[in-house]
């Protein structure tokens, strides 16, 4: 069993920067992979960045050359830097944690609200 809970969102002037975080705890070590997704509202939960436990990192082309994610091991947290936030960036961001096991369903937190003003 994996928990996770996001923090840091906020709001934000377009242009502006967030950290949004990610603690994890319980059972984590049989994860291969956290990442972030986002859903605004009317629109499908989307990927945002994602980094394996081998610190291979994925980006959705929206986020690309603005977002970084990143893992503190230590502190079992995943980090998402926001830079450059658009208006279109306005979700709620949610962490996500993905078993070894293709039988066990991914992990979520309960999703940290991002909001980007004009």
């Known amino acids: 069993q994996v928990q996770l809970v996001e923090s840091g969102g906020g709001l934000v002037q377009a242009g502006g920067s967030l950290r949004l975080s990610c603690a994890a705890s319980?059972?984590?070590?049989?994860?291969?992979?956290t990442g972030w997704y986002r859903q605004a509202p009317g629109k499908q939960r989307e990927l945002v960045a994602y980094?394996?436990?081998?610190?291979?990192?994925n980006y959705g082309d929206s986020v690309k050359g603005r977002f970084t994610i990143s893992r503190d091991n230590a502190k079992n947290t995943v980090y998402l830097q926001m830079n450059s936030l658009k208006p279109e960036d306005t979700a709620v961001y949610y962490c996500?944690?993905?078993?070894?096991?293709?039988?066990?369903?991914?992990?979520w937190g309960q999703g940290t609200q991002v909001t980007v003003s004009s």
């Open positions: 319980g059972s984590i070590f049989s994860i291969v992979a």
């Open positions: 980094i394996t436990s081998y610190g291979i990192t």
């Open positions: 996500n944690a993905e078993p070894a096991e293709l039988n066990e369903s991914d992990y």
